[in-house]
């Protein structure tokens, strides 16, 4: 999953990235509203946390703007304000959730998966493909009643997957919600980790649910093993 943080407070945004990525999550972080604005256009995210408190545009500026271009991408407005008039104009303006500084990265967290849960109507809570279920919010997976033991980053590649049963997604797609959008790196680590998946939820039960489509991507079958 892939996630924008607009803060200018450099320690702040900095913790978030740092924990954000631990927990499988592909980060980008800006320090100002003009540059959150046009990232949370040009790019698809899954969230948008969001400071009120920014340069060149306030973060009630860009949520407005945001929703009024119709982009509809969950944001969890943050602020060193406490008030409740504040929290009524973030969540009058379009905002979906309000969090008020100072917070704990778990509660950070558990915010922003409730956005990417609700994001929209279709997303369970649980995602289940066939035998195969992921719980994104305690990173349990379960095949065919065994437990599978992931990694933050397996964990990332396969929430990505499960929210998109039966889609080819192309190695760049993968790699800018999973990953950095610029991620410095060789793009073939797309491969390596869907050859670690392989490894635990393929090779063991002689199935293919994660299928390469030549030229393509890969693809997860929704409806489990073949």
């Known amino acids: 999953m892939r996630v924008l943080v607009a803060e200018d407070e450099h320690r702040i945004a900095d913790a978030l990235a740092k924990g ?17 604005l046009w990232r949370a256009t040009e790019y698809a995210y899954d969230a948008v946390v969001l400071d009120i ?12 703007r945001l929703r009024a271009a119709e982009v509809w ?10 008030g409740e008039y504040d929290e009524a104009d973030a969540l009058d303006l379009g905002a979906d959730d309000y969090l008020s500084k100072p917070f ?41 009643g065994t437990s599978i033991s992931l990694t933050a980053r397996e964990c990332g590649l396969l929430e990505y997957l499960m929210r998109h049963p039966d889609e080819v997604l192309s190695k760049s797609e993968i790699l800018a919600h999973v990953w950095d959008q610029n991620y410095p790196g060789d793009p073939n680590i797309v491969e390596v980790y869907i050859g670690y998946l392989r490894k635990k939820l393929d090779a063991p039960f002689s199935s293919n649910r994660i299928e390469t489509i030549r030229g393509a991507g ?8 073949r």
């Open 53 to 64: 408190m920014l340069p060149s545009l306030s973060g009630y500026e860009v949520v407005r």
């Open 20 to 36: 954000l990525r631990a927990d499988g999550f592909a980060v980008d972080v800006v320090a100002d509203g003009a540059e959150g």
């Open 73 to 82: 991408t969950p944001v969890l407005m943050l602020t060193a304000k406490d």
């Open 218 to 225: 890969y693809r997860l079958h929704g409806s489990g093993r």
């Open 104 to 144: 704990s990265y778990v509660v950070v967290l558990a915010h922003i998966r409730a956005l990417i849960r609700r994001g929209g109507p279709t997303r369970p809570v649980v995602l289940v493909a066939g035998d195969l279920t992921f719980d994104p919010a305690t990173r349990r997976c379960r095949l065919a």
